[in-house]
């Protein structure tokens, strides 16, 4: 009977120690439950703050803690969004590495992506490092997101991205049907807008290196905007800029006293320098000082312009060195900042297609 009663009493013993052990289960299960919504923040978004964490850690042992304006854009924000950039050239030319802060952009477009790209590319051919965090703001951090920045790099629906070094026709007319299908439905070539995209690339070969042809990239940033159907699309360069490779003409001693005699009667100015080249008038000047060029040469950036005068593309923009020519509003500007190569940007409304562009011609 004793027996009896000592094996009911160890069975009594270990289910009530059972009932504890599920007590205890459930009571931390709620506990931890409480406190994850008291924080309100799930799993998966406390990894993402450790991550964050981390690489903020990561962030003081870097050389340089570089921080990105508000709003970062070439086309809005343009002193300010090349200060940044010359900030972090600085430091690629001094080898240090570089922690990119972008947490309070607020507004970030695909020109500044195309130029951060660029950028990232650069410091990694020299085994630099070149990390960052994102925007807090959840519209510029999916734009960012979308770009292909983050390893994609052809992007997202919204704005794709592709560099080179060579002339790409195929690429350019690849590109060009996909823009006209978004803006107005229609698959349809543009002679008039491949000969944009030659030109840039062409440009780009030629004229961007001091020293050899064909060593600096190119970089086509197009951005998709819903809104209203239209298409902004960024070039970039990361060579030596117009203004400089027209001062840079000592290969060819017989321009340079013209090219002088040109300067000196634009007042030495690069806004009015620029403006004249662009406009097709440093052409003219030449001809004056019975200079004739080679048949080919610098019809690029004048033949761009006409193309814009034509209405057959939208709010030319284009920075160089210390201009800026916005020439929808016909001004060119000298700016505070340098830029190390060539940003062209432009946008393709329904307004701009006609029937040059739905015949293919």
Known sequence: ?????????????????????????????????????????SVQKKEIIRNDNKLKKKALTYEKHIIAPQIFSLIYNTDETLDFIKNINECYDKNKNVYMDLEKVETIDSGAIVILLSTLVKFKEKKLSFIGNKPSNKIAR????????????????????????????????????KISNFVVGLKCGSTALQRVFIELMQ????????????????????????????????????????????????NEPMYIKIWNAIKDKLDNKNNKILENLIKGEIAKLEKEYKYERQYFRGKGIPSIYKV?????????????????????????????TK????????KIKKSNFNLEYKNGN
């Open 308 to 336: 814009f005068k034509e209405n057959k593309l939208s709010d030319l923009i284009i920075i160089t060195n210390n201009v800026i020519a916005r020439c929808s509003d016909n001004k060119y500007e000298i700016l505070k």
């Open 1 to 41: 009977m004793k027996k009896t009663n000592r094996k009911v009493r160890k069975k009594l013993f270990w289910l009530k120690h059972s009932e504890k052990l599920l007590k205890r289960r459930i009571k931390s299960k709620r506990k931890k439950k409480n406190r994850n919504s008291f924080f309100n923040v």
């Open 339 to 346: 830029l190390n190569g060539t940003f062209v940007s432009w």
């Open 203 to 250: 440009n780009t070969h030629n004229h961007a290196s001091f020293k050899n042809k064909g060593e600096k990239f190119w970089w086509i940033s197009v951005n998709y905007i819903q809104e209203n159907k239209e298409v902004l699309v960024s070039f970039f360069d990361n060579g030596v800029g117009i203004l400089d490779s027209l001062n840079n003409k000592s």
């Open 142 to 177: 999916n734009i960012l997101v979308n770009s292909g920045f983050f390893g994609n790099s052809h992007g997202g629906n919204e704005i794709s991205t592709h560099n080179n070094k060579i002339v790409d026709a195929k690429y350019s007319a690849s590109l060009i049907e």
